[in-house]
């Protein structure tokens, strides 16, 4: 008899594990069925121990191209906005094409490994695209809706994190005060102003969510970043590391790291975009 009740109680958990890994698996699916359904073309990216598919394609209103990097297995929901196209020689790759950004960033094998499903929306010029769409609360409201709509809202109730890289921590920022809900904050070198630096302040006291900076030292984002850390009261521990072979400075506490390194031989312009390709890979 306690024979039968332990099998019957291993198998109550077995047939649980692989109800959970199938539909971790069918949810994939079916919003890759959904996007393309909704017009955006999915193509195939396979690398040495994964693979992942970017969907290319407008959604709702939203006037550009907006890429969904859809993982084997999805349990999050990210939405980056990225910094102004600078239209400079050793910019370029990072403003070619969405697929040439992240390929220049590094990002295809994160992506491929992430339980996040990504979404980068285009904006041409110093975020003009940006600008003109979210104008206010709604939009970004409105964009979120848009996008569980394509989604098939197979991601609505899980969990929201938003990052931004230069230029485009000025719209996380926005997004923020919008009230959407968000688990998760990444900035990399993006808070060009109080405005960012106080709804990034706002929001982590009165949320539960995470907040990750990564800065260069001497630009404005790492001394807002360093007033930010002073104006949240909280305890701070500070120590240095090694990314990537890049020495950082890292401050953090509960729910905030701060991530700092220097310029050094590769120059402001190259660590700007470096901080991205270093810290995007860290689950903090």
Sequence with gaps: MTQFIFSLFFGTILVGLLATHVCAESSSLEVLKSLKLNGLECTPKVMEGCSYEECVGQIGSYPRPILIAVPSSVSSLRIHFHGHHLGMPQTLPYETSLTSMITAFGLPKHLCLSNELTVFPQSLGKNVTYKEFFKDDSSYAQFLNDLHQVLN?????????????????????????????????????????????????????????????ATVKGMDPENFSNQLRKELMTKFTSTKSSINETPYDVHSSLRVMHYSRFAGAAGGTKAHFDVLSEIWPIKN
């Design 153 to 213: 809202q197979s991601l609505k109730d899980s969990p929201l994190n938003l990052s931004g890289h230069s230029g485009g921590g000025k719209y996380v920022a926005g997004a923020l005060g919008a009230g959407l809900k968000v688990s998760m904050v990444t900035i990399f070198d993006g808070i060009y102003g109080a405005t960012t630096k106080d709804a990034l302040k706002n929001w982590v006291n009165l949320s539960e969510g995470k907040l990750t900076l």
